[in-house]
């Protein structure tokens, strides 16, 4: 059974950091393309940052130099660190995974992603 768990949101200050974290399982040899994305109120889903099993990575121009994002095989694990986090990234965030390899063009679209977590939320304050 396939299924991705999120983890790791809350409330935090301007200029804050938190790390979300994303259990997938099956992990390994079943998702090549793995991402975040995140989606505010009244606002269409967007990607963030996504990582190949080629090790691969794209980000959102919005979050360049402050989000990292990685990966745990060992522990069937995605993570996202978000540094020097704003209002504006306030949102709902979503894991999301394809079988096949990221696509540079589309990567940042929902509609390439087959499976999704439930989403986790990030709060920052001004």
């Known amino acids: 059974q396939v299924y991705l768990v999120e983890s790791g949101g809350g409330s935090v200050q301007a200029g804050g950091s938190l790390r979300l974290s994303c259990v997938g399982s099956p992990y390994t040899n079943t998702y090549n393309c793995i991402s975040w994305f995140r989606q505010a109120p009244g606002k269409e889903r967007e990607g963030v940052a996504v990582?190949?099993?080629?090790?691969?990575?794209f980000y959102a121009d919005s979050v360049k130099g402050r989000f990292t994002i990685s990966q745990d095989n060992a522990k069937n694990t995605l993570y996202l660190q978000m540094n020097s986090l704003s209002p504006d990234d306030t949102a709902m965030y979503y894991c999301?995974?394809?079988?096949?390899?990221?696509?540079?063009?589309?990567?940042?679209?929902?509609?390439?992603?087959?499976?999704w977590g439930q989403g986790t939320q990030v709060t920052v304050s001004s």
């Open positions: 999301a995974a394809r079988r096949g390899h990221c696509n540079s063009r589309f990567w940042h679209s929902p509609a390439e992603y087959n499976y």
């Open positions: 990582i190949d099993s080629d090790g691969i990575t």
